[in-house]
């Protein structure tokens, strides 16, 4: 094992051993939290019973609705967008601020108009998602250099295969940055908006425990959600880092 | 003397050539090339020098038909060039145009994309010009895990796959040291004479040219036009040693002549 | 100002404008069961700011926000630069630091909320917490990215650490901090508000929220839209900034 992946390993451990002994000793009192392995156990015997799965579920078909839509949505409209050089330009000043915005902010008009249901969720989840997207897609279609498009020609391609051929595996690794990109945001999104205010879904079940000092419920289903997120990450990059590492761009 | 007429087969014909680029955003059109009249005679080896800027790209590019001359005609066997890469012309860039997502025999094999042989025909020719390119130990190796020069020869390897009776190189040996310069020019030598195909190639080295071409014109500073044209008279079986000739030091001298004042005018221009 | 400048001021009129009429035609199609129009929304915004209720909501947010950034700014870069002198935590660390950028932050908030009590000091942890990691990131990219070249420039010229750091090192790493700083900034605001949103007693998240209850669409609409401006403008003009200590 490497000397970086001992070093990672030992700062997660010593991290959750602190925590572990600070509630023990009870500087960590047990209203606050209960200590680490008292969670895990909880988790496990949640998933056991299947407690929360449908709440869970619901969330986790949230999460992919937006997902998929603003992963949609977003490569078309980068992908149009870098064929028109002008409308990108007027749009290049919202796409640099984008991710300055308050974009929870929006939640509650949302809520007006569309009533407390799944739809301001995936809709705050889509809008975060999919400006990354586009930025992410741009920024692949532009770094595809002028000599692989005159390869593209001496061969004989037209346009709709050097699209197939050539710009595609091209992109490849951008796809997908942009899509860990979008499932990060599309989590942060639609869980984030289940937890301000919505009548279910694993944000709604941790913010309801939450008032009732339910910390059996809160604190396991907080850690699933952070154990989900990193998972759907690490898996996303690491096979985002093979395509680059066999492309020589790591 | 008893006029002799030698029969030579003029492959590419250009005709008052001229290449004027549009105005741009914050830009003027710029009148990079011509009127230019050329012939490229079919199996030779011909060569271009000039100063940085003259417009040597956009003329392989006009060849290539990667793009259309704004006056002029030219005609590759024949037939009119316009906006299309006719059909046995090959092209080797000065940048690396591998396909950084494919090995060496997919890279090469995709060379063969616009003819119409099967599978297995594909595979055989394929391997065949690996061989002849010395890549067989590196057959299944990503781009990335080459050389500079290695690459380099994965892009010919794609080139010549298709057999072309026309290989156009731009500066193909700029990115790579002087030894493996060197080699590289040996082995193109080697290749023109497996082929039979002719070969035109852009250089800024004047050795490189003189050692490898039949014959070779010098161009002028922007707006580039022809003003002269060296026959080397070597013969077809050469290689690098053919640098310990007399003749190779005259011959590199008087490009060096015309060169020197159009470079100057080029380097004043810019400064 | 610059050509570069002048093309990205008029894009940013043109797109104001053009997103102000697509608010409009919306509030046309929709109509008043849901929206106002811009018109209403600045003229209600306006009535809003001449009473004492907002400017006190506005004030706890604000010192809230400014608590939360200053200690995100410090403390990213006191980690930035440890992580960042010491090449293997360096190494070790920013992968961790990157996945903790991609967890929903305000699953942690119940956590903080039991730990300090509703209040201001549990609203500062929150946005600090969403502040100090990319401060810390592009910190710990930028001293480790000096460039070697630099450094022998400073050996040569026979420079002492301490003028080397001054004169060299922290310039070269100037711009990438400024960024760093620049996203802090908007992270945090976000951080603060998100917090206020959902579970407060006092700022502007919670005044938008507690519109939710009354049905007040002209005050969700003149809160939101203060917000956003607000965050716009401000990232806007830190970009400027930004772009010139890139380029510059």
Redesign the interface.
């Known amino acids: 094992m490497s000397r970086l992946r001992l070093y990672q390993i030992t700062v997660v451990a010593g991290f959750i051993l602190l925590l572990e002994a600070l509630c023990l000793s009870g500087v960590i009192d047990k209203i606050t939290m209960p200590a680490p392995h008292i969670i895990l156990r909880d988790l496990f015997l949640m998933l056991l019973a299947g407690r929360y799965f449908d709440e869970i579920g619901k969330s986790l078909v949230n999460v992919l609705v937006a997902f998929a839509s603003a992963y949609l949505v977003g490569v078309i409209i980068g992908t149009i967008l870098h064929g028109h050089k002008t409308t990108r330009e007027i749009l290049d000043p919202l796409f640099a601020t984008y991710y300055a915005i308050p974009v929870f902010a929006f939640y509650p008009l949302f809520i007006v108009m569309f009533g407390l249901g799944d739809g301001p969720q995936v809709l705050i989840g889509f809008m975060l998602a999919v400006v990354a997207v586009i930025m992410t897609t741009l920024n692949g279609l532009d770094r595809v250099s002028p000599v692989l498009k005159k390869t593209a020609r001496v061969s004989g391609l037209n346009a709709l295969q050097t699209a197939r051929h050539i710009t595609l595996p091209f992109c490849a690794p951008y796809l997908l940055t942009a899509a860990k990109l979008a499932l990060a945001y599309a989590f942060i999104g639609v869980i984030g908006s289940e937890f301000i205010m919505a009548r279910s879904g694993m944000g709604y079940e941790i913010s309801y425990a939450y008032t009732n000092f339910d910390n059996a419920t809160m604190y396991p289903l907080i850690l699933l959600i952070l154990l989900l997120s990193i998972a759907a990450n690490s898996l996303l990059s690491r096979w985002e880092r093979m395509l680059l590492v066999r492309r020589g761009q790591a | 003397m008893i006029g002799v007429t030698v029969a030579v087969t003029a492959q590419v014909t250009l005709r008052g050539v001229t290449k004027v680029f549009p105005a741009a955003a914050n830009v003027n059109p710029v009148h990079a090339l011509g009127p230019i009249d050329l012939e490229i005679r079919k199996g030779e080896f011909f060569a271009v020098v000039g100063p940085s800027g003259c417009g040597k790209s956009t003329l392989l590019e006009l060849i290539a038909g990667l793009t259309a001359p704004t006056a002029g005609e030219i005609e590759f066997e024949g037939h009119a060039i316009g906006d299309n890469v006719p059909e046995g012309v090959g092209v080797v860039f000065q940048e690396d145009a591998c396909f950084t997502w494919l090995n060496v025999i997919e890279n090469v094999e995709f060379g063969l994309r616009r003819t119409t042989i099967d599978k297995a025909e594909k595979a055989r020719r394929a391997a065949a010009v690996i061989e002849m390119m010395g890549l067989r130990d590196f057959a299944r190796s990503y781009p990335a895990q080459l050389s500079g020069g290695m690459r380099q020869r994965v892009c010919i390897a794609r080139t010549i796959v298709a057999q072309p009776r026309l290989i156009l190189l731009d500066e193909p040996f700029g990115a790579l040291d002087q030894q493996t310069r060197l080699l590289m020019g040996d082995e193109i030598l080697r290749l023109w004479r497996q082929t039979g195909a002719t070969v035109f190639l852009i250089t800024h080295a004047l050795d490189e040219a003189v050692m490898l071409a039949d014959r070779i014109v010098v161009m002028s500073a922007r707006p580039g036009k022809t003003i002269d044209l060296v026959e080397t008279g070597w013969p077809r079986e050469r290689d690098s040693r053919i640098v310990e000739r007399e003749n190779f030091g005259a011959l590199t001298s008087r490009l060096w002549k015309t060169l020197r004042e159009e470079s100057l005018k080029t380097m004043g221009r810019a400064g | 100002m610059r050509p570069q400048e002048n093309?990205?001021f008029r894009?940013?009129v043109?797109?104001i404008v053009?997103?102000f009429l697509f608010w409009e035609l919306a509030y046309l199609v929709?109509g008043d069961v849901?929206?106002r129009s811009p018109w209403q929304t600045v003229n209600f915004l306006g009535k809003l700011m001449q009473t004492d209720l907002f400017w006190l909501h506005l004030a706890d947010s604000l010192k809230a926000f400014a608590v939360a950034l200053a200690i995100a700014v410090i403390l990213g870069l006191l980690i930035g630069f440890a992580l960042g002198l010491h090449r293997?935590?360096g190494?070790?660390?920013e992968?961790?630091l990157v996945?903790l950028?991609?967890?929903?932050?305000?699953?942690?908030?119940?956590?903080i909320?039991?730990?300090f009590g509703i209040g201001i000091s549990a609203k500062i942890a929150f946005g600090a917490i969403h502040g100090i990691i990319p401060v810390a990131l592009f910190t710990l990219n930028a001293v480790r990215t000096t460039r070697p070249i630099l450094i022998k420039t400073g050996r040569v010229l026979k420079l002492s650490p301490a003028v080397m750091v001054r004169e060299i090192l922290f310039p070269a790493a100037v711009p990438e901090i400024f960024t760093g700083i620049r996203?802090g900034?908007?992270l945090t605001?976000?951080g603060t508000?998100?917090g206020e949103?959902?579970a407060a007693q006092r700022g502007l998240?919670y005044m938008?929220?507690s519109?939710?209850s009354l049905?007040n669409?002209e005050l969700?609409?003149s809160?939101?839209f203060l917000?956003?401006a607000l965050?716009?403008s401000?990232?806007?003009a830190l970009?400027v900034i930004d772009r010139r200590l890139h380029h510059g």
Do not use: D, H, R
Not at chain 3, 105 to 111: R, V
């Open positions: 093309a990205t894009n940013t043109v797109l053009g997103l929709v849901a929206l293997l935590s190494e070790a660390m992968p961790m996945a950028y991609s967890i929903p932050k305000i699953t942690l908030y119940p956590i909320l039991l730990a996203v900034f908007s605001l976000i508000v998100l949103m959902f998240g938008l929220m519109a939710i049905y669409i969700i609409m809160v939101t917000l956003v965050a716009a401000v990232n806007m970009l």
